[in-house]
Nanobody, 120 residues
Framework: QVQLVESGGGLVQPGGSLRLSCAAS????????MGWFRQAPGKEREFVGA???????YYATSVKGRFTISRDNAKNMVYLQMNSLKPEDTAVYYC??????????????WGQGTQVTVSS
C-alpha cells in the first residue's frame, strides 16, 4: 500500500513559478512510475506528466518545456516544477503512482490533490 500527499499549491501570477511536492509512504517507491494529473473546474482530469523508475520523463504537450518532473528515491519524493504558468494551468493537481514503467493509466494510488491558481 502506498499513500501519497501533495503540497506546494497556491496562488501565483501568470508567468510565475511553483513547485509541487508529493511525499510517498510505503515500500518499493523506487519501483513505481509516478505521475501528475490535474483537473480544472468543469473539466475531466488530464495527464500532466510522469517519471518512471529510470527517471525518464514524459509530458503532455500542453506543459512540455514549462513543467519538469523529478524524483528523489532516497526521500520517497516526487516534484513538479512549474514555470511560465498560465491561467489555463489553474486546477487541482494530483500525484499518482503505479507499478511498472509505462506512463499510461490506470494508476493504482492517488493523493488528495493540491490547488493551483494562476491569476493576476
Amino acid at each position: 500500500q502506498v499513500q501519497l500527499v501533495e503540497s506546494g499549491g497556491g496562488l501565483v501570477q501568470p508567468g510565475g513559478s511553483l513547485r509541487l511536492s508529493c511525499a510517498a509512504s510505503g515500500r518499493s517507491f523506487s519501483e513505481y512510475t509516478m505521475g501528475w494529473f490535474r483537473q480544472a473546474p468543469g473539466k475531466e482530469r488530464e495527464f500532466v506528466g510522469a517519471i518512471n523508475w529510470f527517471s525518464t520523463t514524459y509530458y503532455a504537450t500542453s506543459v512540455k518545456g514549462r513543467f519538469t518532473i523529478s524524483r528523489d528515491n532516497a526521500k520517497n519524493m516526487v516534484y513538479l516544477q512549474m514555470n511560465s504558468l498560465k491561467p489555463e494551468d489553474t486546477a487541482v493537481y494530483y500525484c499518482a503512482g503505479k507499478r511498472g514503467g509505462t506512463y499510461d493509466p490506470p494508476y493504482d494510488y492517488w493523493g488528495q490533490g493540491t490547488q493551483v491558481t494562476v491569476s493576476s
